[in-house]
């Protein structure tokens, strides 16, 4: 009886060993902020699956990444980005920055928030608005302290020109 119940446990573990070789891990490196409380109430909130695509394992912190091969990279923990004139959209009550320097690939950071969480997405493999909807619930436990304004109701950066005296 022993014998059988020690065969049948070698070949569970021999089994989930197998099975874990089958799910890659992907390598990121956690953001400089990764390691607060906000972070980790985002990491469980992120979804098991985005569209089609499931969530694989990451090997840092407060990241998540979806696909196989991997379309969608997320991080939680980096510092909110300045004002800037990149398109801003908002979904869910969530504003994203959108930059599109990798185009077809879009970096999309969360503006207003902080720390800031950033989503990275093959725009060829999956749809942008999907993953923004998908993730806006998560990052929206991140505290928020401003919002994207639109050009009209920015204030105007200072003259740099003019000195007083």
Aim: with cysteine; glycine share 6%.
């Amino acid at each position: 009886m022993i014998r059988r119940l020690a065969a049948a446990a070698a070949a569970a573990l021999a089994a989930g060993v197998a099975l874990s070789g089958c799910t890659p891990t992907i390598h990121l490196e956690p953001a400089p902020r990764a390691n607060e409380p906000v972070c980790a109430d985002v990491s469980v909130r992120v979804p098991e699956q985005i569209g089609d695509l499931a969530r694989v394992w990451t090997d840092a912190q407060a990241t998540a990444a979806w696909g196989d091969p991997t379309v969608v990279l997320f991080t939680c923990g980096l510092e909110p980005p300045a004002p800037t004139t990149l398109q801003c959209v908002t979904v869910s009550g969530v504003d994203w920055i959108v930059d599109e320097t990798d185009f077809p690939s879009l970096r999309m950071t969360t503006y207003g928030r902080t720390p800031a969480a950033q989503v990275y997405v093959d725009t060829e493999e999956v749809s942008s608005n999907d993953v923004l909807a998908a993730l806006s619930s998560a990052a929206g436990s991140l505290p928020k302290e401003s919002e994207c304004v639109s050009a009209d109701e920015a204030e105007p950066a200072p003259d740099d020109a003019t000195v007083a005296g």
